[in-house]
């Protein structure tokens, strides 16, 4: 099953990631779950995670509201191992050249952005660009080893179009591109590997770009 998503366009230019939530209630952007556990059989835990994302033109705004039993930060650093950790992430097939980006995030906002067709051989994003990225964790930032989470965390991004860094000309209206959303906690107590697009691998994969989904920009 390949699933749809419809990226709205907000009429919002200035905005930070602070705002983000206020946004997109506003202009009523559904949450979509990230609920498929496709390896139940060796990690049956399954956090309650939901998602949504807007455009403006210049950037993407998304925001992942996450209900979990423990959380982790031990990236501290941007293009470290956020994956590791309490982790949100977004991968996006842009064009039809088969390069996609994975852009992760863990629960105090160390993000990890890069590009390439696989796996391996990923270059990643200038650090200028990422550091640069607005985001807002609930959570705070800095170092954390695991403890009990909150009864919710949230966090938001706006990932701006220069973020995009090998398709210098990217427009987001009308885009029509490819892409899926995780959640993951590769190193918790409970580690956890769930998509909001089914994929089909015998064991824990994201870079799958023939599982993504279909991401409709208006």
Partial sequence: MTKELKISRIENSNVDSSEVHELLDKNRIAWNGIDCNNWADGYPYRPAVAFRVAHNGKALLVEYEVREETVRAMADRNNDRPWEDSCCEFFIAPADDGLYYNIEC???????????????????APMILVDSIDRQSSLGEGKMEERPAPKVWTLSLILPKRLFFKHPSLSFEGLHA??????????????HFLSWNPIDTPSPDFHVPESFGLLTFE
């Fill in 106 to 124: 863990n629960c105090h906002g160390a993000l990890l952005v890069a590009c390439g067709k696989g796996r391996e051989g990923r270059v990643q």
């Fill in 178 to 191: 490819k892409g899926n959303f995780y959640k993951c906690g590769d190193m918790l107590s409970k580690p």
